[in-house]
């Protein structure tokens, strides 16, 4: 009885050490605009003309929102167009921000659109980048422990289910500016990013560090 006891308290033991995750379906728009406008873009961005507006994911990119809430957040990626507040990239699509996934401050997962699906969330790379958002992200509202455990388990979802070579951070996204899966066509194109930040994605890649993804591009100096 002694064994078959401290059998079953191993058991206990194991499964509550065992982090398990929910993924939560909350789909944003993805009508015929929106579909028409991921087409356009995907062959005016990057000279790619296809049927769907399916990717091969090769990368996952990490961002933060900067606003501060989960219904704002949705609120903002749901629309098929650009709303007023970002003219600043107007004229270069009128396709809506958006990203495969997006985390809460409690660290709760939600999908809001296919992650074969091109979402626009990164310059030069959505033709295969999976992007995950995450909820905050200003220096009033942090990033949470419960949301970089969520990014933990995420990436080795995603590691998992499809062969992924690249783990970046949005802030790194213009070091594979000469790799051969950059295809923005607009040498001018190019925003600056701080998301989420070098401490984030410090403790994110430690923790995966097993997954041995591939060395980030180190871009040569500019002449």
Same mark, same amino acid.
């Given at each position: 009885?002694?064994?078959?006891?401290?059998?079953?308290?191993?058991?206990?033991?194991?499964?509550?050490?065992?982090?398990?995750?929910?993924?939560?379906?909350?789909?944003?728009?993805?009508?015929?605009?929106?579909?028409?406008?991921?087409?356009?873009?995907?062959?005016?961005?990057?000279?790619?003309?296809?049927?769907?507006?399916?990717?091969?994911?090769?990368?996952?990119?990490?961002?933060?929102?900067?606003?501060?809430?989960?219904?704002?957040?949705?609120?903002?990626?749901?629309?098929?167009?650009?709303?007023?507040?970002?003219?600043?990239?107007?004229?270069?699509?009128?396709?809506?921000?958006?990203?495969?996934?997006?985390?809460?401050?409690?660290?709760?997962?939600?999908?809001?659109?296919?992650?074969?699906?091109?979402?626009?969330?990164?310059?030069?790379?959505? $033709?295969?980048?999976?992007?995950?958002?995450?909820?905050?992200?200003?220096?009033?509202?942090?990033?949470?422990?419960?949301?970089?455990?969520?990014?933990?388990?995420?990436?080795?979802?995603?590691?998992?289910?499809?062969?992924?070579?690249?783990?970046?951070? $949005?802030?790194?996204?213009?070091?594979?500016?000469? $790799?051969?899966?950059?295809?923005?066509?607009?040498?001018?194109?190019?925003?600056?990013?701080?998301?989420?930040?070098?401490?984030?994605?410090?403790?994110?890649?430690?923790?995966?560090?097993?997954?041995?993804?591939?060395?980030?591009?180190?871009?040569?100096?500019?002449?």
């Amino acid at each position: 009885m002694r064994i078959i006891s401290s059998y079953f308290l191993l058991m206990i033991l194991f499964v509550s050490c065992t982090t398990t995750k929910t993924i939560i379906e909350h789909p944003i728009t993805f009508n015929d605009e929106r579909k028409i406008l991921t087409l356009e873009y995907l062959e005016n961005r990057y000279g790619l003309e296809q049927d769907s507006p399916q990717i091969v994911p090769k990368m996952i990119v990490l961002h933060w929102t900067v606003i501060p809430t989960f219904e704002k957040s949705i609120e903002a990626f749901n629309p098929a167009t650009l709303p007023n507040w970002r003219p600043d990239i107007k004229d270069v699509s009128g396709l809506n921000v958006s990203a495969q996934f997006l985390v809460d401050r409690d660290g709760t997962i939600y999908r809001l659109l296919p992650e074969t699906t091109m979402a626009r969330h990164v310059i030069g790379l959505n $033709h295969c980048a999976i992007g995950v958002e995450n909820v905050g992200g200003t220096d009033d509202l942090p990033l949470t422990k419960a949301q970089l455990k969520s990014n933990i388990w995420l990436v080795r979802y995603l590691k998992d289910k499809y062969d992924i070579d690249y783990l970046i951070g $949005h802030y790194e996204y213009t070091l594979f500016e000469n $790799h051969p899966l950059w295809l923005e066509k607009d040498a001018g194109y190019r925003t600056k990013k701080t998301d989420p930040g070098p401490e984030f994605m410090f403790e994110v890649r430690k923790s995966v560090k097993d997954l041995d993804f591939k060395e980030l591009p180190k871009n040569p100096p500019e002449n």
